[in-house]
């Protein structure tokens, strides 16, 4: 049972367009929802973040809408640049403790800025 | 200031043999987890340590073990390899809730 489901699976935008990449999760107890960021040969890194008590978080260029009753969010890069282009996974987890220890992750979106 | 380091960066094995991979958390750090990432997919939740404490463990076989030491590092072990174990392993390591990943240790099965 895959509880994130991502989309789309690839992207390409132009230099200085907007990226928009969507999650759905099932697990209703999920209360911690990050982006991570992945470029060829190296580990994830973290992004943003946000929990379910507000509906969008904005950190430079990267914001996380986050939709509670639909159980969707989403990730918008706006004037995405070439140096954007890696693999991006969403995740959720389950606060345990203020410890969110176990992610479960998308399948991840592949997206390709041209310049 | 040093991230989470991870070792071996790559190394070949053959179906049967064991495996063990290492992590040093960042300093500070006294939770470790472990996940597996095969290629093209997102990484999946092996095992979380934290104070030298399994805290979780994701839905791998017993095949996989793992341990976390005084200092905070970790090892995860793999035996009896399969060619279905080929993968990155990944370690983060984590302090106030979020993960900090390594680099990982790209495992072959062959």
């Known amino acids: 049972q895959q509880q994130v489901k991502q989309s789309p699976q690839s992207l390409i935008v132009q230099k200085g367009g907007i990226s928009i990449i969507n999650c759905a999760y099932e697990n209703t107890a999920f209360d911690y929802f990050p982006w991570y960021q992945q470029f060829p040969g190296k580990g994830p890194a973290l992004l943003i973040a946000?929990?379910?008590?507000?509906s969008e978080k904005k950190e430079g260029r990267f914001t996380i809408s986050f939709n509670k009753s639909a159980k969707q969010f989403s990730l918008h890069i706006m004037d995405s640049q070439p140096g954007d282009s890696a693999t991006y996974f969403c995740a959720a987890s389950k606060d345990r403790g203020g410890s969110n220890y176990k992610l479960t992750f998308g399948k991840g979106t592949l997206l390709t800025v041209n310049p | 200031d040093a991230g989470v380091t991870q070792s071996p960066t790559h190394l070949i094995k053959t179906r049967g043999q064991q495996v063990t991979l290492r992590c040093s958390p960042i300093?500070?750090?006294?939770?470790v987890s472990w996940y597996q990432q095969v290629l093209g997919q997102g990484p999946q939740f092996i095992f979380q340590?934290?104070?030298?404490?399994?805290?979780g463990r994701g839905n791998f076989p017993d095949r996989f073990s793992a341990r976390q030491f005084p200092n905070y590092s970790s090892e995860l072990n793999v035996n009896a390899l399969l060619l279905g174990d080929s993968a990155l392993y990944l370690c983060?390591?984590?302090?106030?809730?979020?993960?900090?990943f390594g680099e990982g240790s790209r495992l072959t099965v062959l």
């Open positions: 300093s500070g750090h006294k939770s």
């Open positions: 983060a390591s984590s302090f106030s809730g979020e993960l900090f």
């Open positions: 946000i929990r379910p008590d507000v």
């Open positions: 340590y934290y104070e030298k404490e399994e805290r």
